[in-house]
């Protein structure tokens, strides 16, 4: 297939979030760490119990495997995808959430497994479309359990709202997409964006009415609570005396403040919110707080840059051409006519 051209008149204003996003970086990772002594980490370091952190690297690679069978899950309607070519597209857009900003690896798996199996790309992006709605319900009820056993900081509770907000409108455009295809067949005018709208709504008829559906939320239960460990194995590796509960407080609140596209691994962002969850939350001392913010962050980016590697190397590509492939064959199949991908 050959590459097309993509259009460049978001080029300007994606390099100007680039940057936005660098300089937010920039200022978190001040903000956290410009007054911390960094002459006690060692000390600090050689008193962690390392068992707990191999086991949360090693649980962390398992959650993606999990998060691969959810996605197999929800494109069974679709198309029957190999599991293991999931689990190659998964790692391979986690690692260039890790080294691109925007959370570009989004994208990136999206359009591997479009064209690893020969699917309209809108189709794949409206299962990744049905897997953030997931996510974001079970993070609201979890927030919704946390707000009845006790108070959160109003920024945290500022951030649920605005969480909820997003979930509600995710919803109901699912929601609508369900009872309501025809809509979309009847906005249809051959333009590219019209087109798109069609596939994906299409797409989320499909898969969200599909028995498969219900295996897709189980997967997700699965694949959020598996998370918990890590946490909870960085906590025990200081021995801090938090609970389960605490962990996954912790949790919630990285997942609630990394949502937003930004540098790549969310670095800056992550540290301050993790930090935030465990000094003002939770009560830990600002230096432990600190010192585990940025272990935990080196703990969840180590083992995905490790699985990323592996299999991009198996593409026998690099990352930036896959990603330019990825843009690229984006804009080529919005142009496809409907006809043509109905009959794939």
Not at 61 to 76: D, E, G, H, I, T
Request: hydrophobic residues 50%.
């Amino acid at each position: 297939m050959g590459t097309p051209v993509a259009p460049n008149g978001s080029n300007k204003k994606q390099k100007t979030l680039k940057w936005v996003s660098y300089l937010i970086s920039v200022v978190c990772l001040w903000w956290v760490y410009h007054n911390f002594q960094w002459s006690d980490e060692i000390p600090r370091l050689e008193a962690v119990h390392w068992s707990w952190i191999v086991m949360a690297a090693c649980c962390d690679f398992l959650v993606y495997v999990v998060q691969s069978w959810r996605w197999n899950a929800l494109l069974k309607p679709v198309a029957r995808v190999p599991f293991w070519r999931t689990v190659q597209a998964i790692y391979i857009g986690l690692f260039a959430n890790e080294v691109l900003p925007l959370k570009s690896g989004e994208i990136v798996r999206c359009y591997l497994v479009a064209h690893w199996n020969r699917l309209p790309f809108p189709k794949v992006l409206s299962s990744a479309m049905i897997e953030r709605l997931i996510d974001g319900i079970i993070l609201v009820a979890g927030f919704c359990c946390i707000l009845r056993l006790g108070g959160l900081p109003r920024q945290v509770e500022a951030g649920v709202a605005v969480l909820v907000g997003l979930v509600i409108i995710l919803g109901t455009l699912v929601l609508f997409a369900v009872v309501n295809k025809r809509f979309a067949h009847h906005v249809t005018t051959g333009h590219r964006w019209s087109e798109s709208l069609y596939m994906i709504v299409e797409g989320l008829h499909l898969m969200v009415r599909s028995p498969s559906s219900i295996q897709a939320v189980f997967g997700s239960l699965v694949y959020l609570g598996l998370q918990v460990f890590p946490v909870y194995a960085m906590l025990a590796a200081y021995q801090l005396r938090l609970t389960v509960i605490d962990a996954i407080v912790v949790l919630l609140i990285t997942r609630l403040g990394t949502i937003v596209p930004g540098a790549p691994s969310n670095i800056g962002v992550f540290q301050l919110v993790a930090f935030l969850a465990l000094h003002t939350v939770l009560g830990v001392d600002p230096e432990t707080a600190k010192s585990v913010a940025f272990l935990m962050f080196l703990v969840i980016t180590v083992p995905l840059l490790a699985g990323g590697t592996i299999a991009l190397a198996l593409t026998g590509s690099d990352l930036r051409e896959v990603y330019e492939q990825a843009r690229n064959y984006r804009h080529h199949t919005a142009k496809v006519p409907r006809a043509s991908q109905q009959a794939q």
